[in-house]
């Protein structure tokens, strides 16, 4: 049966060490972008928004230039019967067809002027959606260029890191691979606290390399020795002596 090696602390906090030295270079590069990546992410999830406004807008006044024409064929509609109750009239025989055709003469009148006032009203609406759609088109123009812009700032950053980011990321998960998985657990729970990512610091100057805050003698002493895993009481930090930060 194979025995497994057993890593001193020395060795697993120079594994750690080695580690966010890699993951803080990549933490460079994602500086380096900035909110870039999200900016471009949040601007082509608005465009498509206003696309979708753009489109519904677009729908309703067909919508309603469709209604405009239905109203347009009443009105055609009712003038033709207008007409032909009026050659009727002449002919009527009696009070009750007279009164009976100019009864549908003014109801169709009424239909035409109904159907006018709905033309009217559509017009209206369709003047006051055109508004809307014409600003949402200039609004997507303007950040359609926005993002033209941002898109090129990024695509050039990534063009000059690509290279290196990847390295890095290879060489992350070779490192990751001969960390111990509890201490690896809590380094990438540490790395979570904190914007700039440190979970593992030096002692600079007698204070922690992280939040700054004095190391007593005696605790450095132990960071020293190597004997166990010592974090900074005030942040929380996994700390090194300053000489395994400097070895190569």
């Given at each position: 049966?194979?025995?497994?090696?057993?890593?001193?602390?020395?060795?697993?906090?120079?594994?750690?060490y080695?580690?966010?030295?890699?993951?803080?270079?990549?933490?460079?590069?994602?500086?380096?972008?900035?909110?870039?990546?999200?900016e471009?992410?949040?601007?082509?999830?608005?465009?498509?928004?206003?696309?979708?406004?753009?489109?519904?807008?677009?729908?309703?006044?067909?919508?309603?230039?469709?209604?405009?024409?239905?109203?347009?064929?009443?009105?055609?509609?009712?003038?033709?019967?207008?007409?032909?109750?009026e050659?009727?009239?002449?002919?009527?025989?009696?009070?009750?067809?007279?009164?009976?055709?100019?009864?549908?003469?003014?109801?169709?009148?009424l239909?035409?002027?109904?159907?006018?006032?709905?033309?009217?009203?559509?017009?209206?609406?369709?003047?006051?959606?055109?508004?809307?759609?014409?600003?949402?088109?200039?609004?997507?123009?303007?950040?359609?260029?926005?993002?033209?812009?941002?898109?090129?700032?990024?695509d050039?950053?990534?063009?000059e890191?690509?290279?290196?980011?990847?390295?890095?990321?290879?060489?992350?998960?070779?490192?990751?691979?001969?960390?111990?998985?509890?201490?690896?657990?809590?380094?990438?729970?540490?790395?979570?606290?904190?914007?700039?990512?440190?979970?593992?610091?030096?002692?600079?100057?007698?204070?922690?390399?992280?939040?700054?805050?004095?190391?007593?003698?005696?605790?450095?002493?132990?960071?020293?020795?190597?004997?166990?895993?010592?974090v900074?009481?005030?942040?929380?930090?996994?700390?090194?002596?300053?000489?395994?930060?400097?070895?190569?």
């Amino acid at each position: 049966m194979a025995t497994v090696k057993e890593y001193s602390v020395e060795e697993k906090l120079a594994s750690l060490y080695n580690l966010q030295k890699i993951e803080s270079k990549l933490d460079e590069i994602s500086v380096l972008k900035g909110e870039l990546p999200i900016e471009v992410r949040d601007l082509e999830d608005e465009i498509q928004g206003l696309h979708a406004r753009e489109t519904r807008f677009e729908e309703e006044i067909n919508g309603i230039n469709e209604f405009i024409e239905q109203k347009k064929q009443t009105i055609t509609q009712s003038q033709d019967l207008v007409k032909k109750y009026e050659k009727q009239s002449d002919n009527v025989k009696n009070n009750r067809e007279y009164e009976a055709i100019n009864k549908e003469i003014e109801m169709q009148t009424l239909e035409v002027k109904l159907a006018e006032r709905h033309i009217k009203d559509a017009n209206e609406e369709i003047q006051e959606k055109a508004r809307a759609l014409e600003g949402i088109k200039k609004t997507i123009g303007a950040k359609d260029a926005n993002l033209k812009v941002k898109k090129a700032e990024l695509d050039k950053i990534i063009a000059e890191t690509e290279k290196e980011e990847n390295e890095l990321q290879a060489l992350s998960c070779k490192a990751r691979a001969a960390v111990d998985s509890r201490l690896l657990t809590s380094y990438d729970r540490i790395r979570k606290n904190f914007r700039n990512g440190l979970a593992v610091v030096s002692v600079l100057r007698d204070a922690c390399g992280g939040c700054f805050n004095a190391i007593p003698p005696q605790r450095q002493s132990e960071i020293r020795q190597h004997k166990k895993i010592i974090v900074c009481e005030n942040c929380g930090r996994i700390l090194v002596d300053e000489e395994m930060a400097t070895a190569k």
